[in-house]
């Protein structure tokens, strides 16, 4: 599975979109762009997946660039209560090994008042 | 549905006994991962199934520990014999096809002294 690269901390101001970056320059052709996050002490939370074209569903809009080798996740009216770690996880979909999640280091977002 | 339902939440024991993690997936999920999370490395993937098959064991750490999935509704996690490096917590999730969104469980924490 291809690597990501995503900033350590982000803050942003509540009420505020929130947009976190990711870097995945040797994604493969067959590879999604999927995002969970990890709010403090609790299991993963699956937001938003996407391959080339642009998702939105009621959590959050995925932006991937066109070459596809970074993506931005973007929560467009931030609250406290989306402060949680943010992953951003590339892998193929589906296939004997396409349920494997590999999680990175993530973005650790606060939202501030 | 009730999710990911993990038991016990909370596992307090001495080095050398053996610890048992139970997980009971959605109803319906033909895949069930086993994860692990540490502050030193982050969120592992142990292990996870299809249709209660091993499909992918190369994340466990060692012969210590061993996992089961004799039916589609309960799976165990097992350590033996534990020792304080395996203090962590270890996650269930479950999902429908490989590809999909994965749900996890409220995770055990485990503590061995």
């Known amino acids: 599975d291809a690597k990501t690269t995503q900033p350590t901390s982000m803050d942003c101001a509540e009420g505020r979109a929130a947009n976190l970056p990711c870097n995945h320059s040797?994604?493969?052709?067959?590879?999604?762009v999927y995002w969970y996050r990890q709010i403090h002490s609790q299991g993963p939370q699956y937001i938003i997946h996407g391959l080339k074209n642009n998702e939105t569903n009621e959590m959050a809009s995925l932006i991937i660039t066109e070459d596809r080798k970074s993506s931005t996740l973007i929560l467009p009216h931030a609250t406290l209560r989306d402060t949680a770690v943010y992953y951003c996880?590339?892998?193929?979909?589906?296939?004997?090994?396409?349920?494997?999640?590999?999680f990175g280091q993530g973005t650790e977002l606060s939202v501030k008042p | 549905d009730a999710g990911v339902i993990q038991s016990p939440r909370h596992e307090v024991t001495e080095m050398g006994q053996e610890v048992t993690l139970r997980c009971k997936p959605i109803?319906?999920?033909?895949?069930l991962f086993w994860y692990r999370q540490t502050m030193m490395r982050g969120l592992e993937l142990l292990i996870y199934f299809n249709n209660n098959v091993p499909i992918d064991d190369s994340g466990m750490p060692e012969d210590r520990f061993s996992a089961k999935m004799p039916n589609a509704s309960f799976s165990t996690l097992k350590i033996q014999p534990s020792e304080p490096r395996d203090s962590a917590v270890y996650f269930c999730?479950?999902?429908?096809?490989?590809?999909?969104?994965?749900?996890f469980g409220p995770g055990t924490r485990l503590t061995v002294l």
């Open positions: 040797t994604i493969s052709g067959n590879e999604y």
């Open positions: 996880i590339v892998r193929v979909y589906g296939g004997n090994q396409g349920g494997k999640l590999i």
């Open positions: 109803s319906g999920h033909d895949y």
């Open positions: 999730a479950s999902s429908r096809g490989a590809g999909n969104e994965q749900f």
